[in-house]
């Protein structure tokens, strides 16, 4: 059954695609991008902020390029991956659209590896960050992150500040088993000791039995990583519970002091140290700008590392078809993104050739109040990290 299914996908995507040839090279007809987010549900603050990042970049930068009018197509996928699979499928066929974006998990990004493969179209991943995704399809270029590039800084940094011991709790999916994986044995290869890995479902988590074990077994720290929009909880019950005041600490990826949701947490939140690759403080005039215009455009919201992705994914997807001068076309769009450097929000960064994964700068960050307002403050970078998870 499913050979035949499979079978009659790449039937239907192969006459979609010779019936859209010659009506999509045209000049002057619409250059379509499937923008597929969780826009409810559990993920829903990651689509929120992806959507309103890519039609920030277009209010900014004009919703023609290269003599093609750019339609943005939303759907939501409400983070189950047989949705985004068949969301994807649909773009493809009907709307004949010239790119695939968004994925807010990583399940979700693996869905859809298949038809980009099949049909040659562009999937630029917005959000979703385990390493081996890139690996899927020759036609996945990322514009996020990978957790082993966010996890190893702070493996690096706790035993030099105090932390000797950890216990580490993520949440069980992809991403989560890459976070724990790099950041336990970059640590004990620095001399820390690893006394339990706690894994949480990703599905309606409940943090406070594990946090229990964790106060239980009196670690110097708690790493944790969770999927965007589920830091505050997080850090609602590790206050609960004292933890803080029984002197663990918590030390985490980026995920966990998530910008959106950073002044909801409140004063727990005070002295957490992160590694991410982004934050709304980073001092630079261009995440200022971005960072200006993002919250006039959405009522206040702050954007956050899920808005990045997205902006910078638009770019990518921009100036490819620049490079084509507006033919596109999966193979050479994907030709067009390789290579590709600019200055993002997030500090410089470029799409490798080889992996089609983000290079960027890595930042260590201190949750401070300023102004009366929670902020991630950057106080040391690593450079250019590659994904530590590639083997190239």
Known sequence: MRQHKRSFLKTAIAVALAGSASLAFAQGAPFKIGLILPMTG??????RQIEAAAKLWMAQNGDTVAGRKIELVVKDDTSLPDQT??????????DKVDVLAGFGITPSALAVA???TQSKTPEVVMAAATSSITEASPYVVRTSFTLPQVSVAIADWAPKNGIKSVVTLVTDYGPGIDAEKYFSERFILNGGKVMDKLRVPLRNPDFAPFLQKVRDLKPDALFVFVPSGAGAAVM?????????KAGIRLIATGDVTDDDQLNDMGDVALGVVTSHHYSAAHPSVANRKFVEAFEKANKGMRPNFMAVGGYDGMRVIYEALKKTGGKGGGDALLAAMKGQIFESPRGPAYIDAQ???IVQNVYLRKVEKKDGKLWNVEFDVIKDVKDPGKSK
């Open 42 to 47: 559990q993920q829903a603050t990651t689509g």
């Open 355 to 357: 992996t089609r994964d």
């Open 85 to 94: 699979r068949r969301l994807a499928q649909e773009l493809v066929v009907n």
């Open 236 to 244: 609602k019950q590790f206050g609960e519970r004292g933890m803080d």
């Open 114 to 116: 298949p038809i980009a």
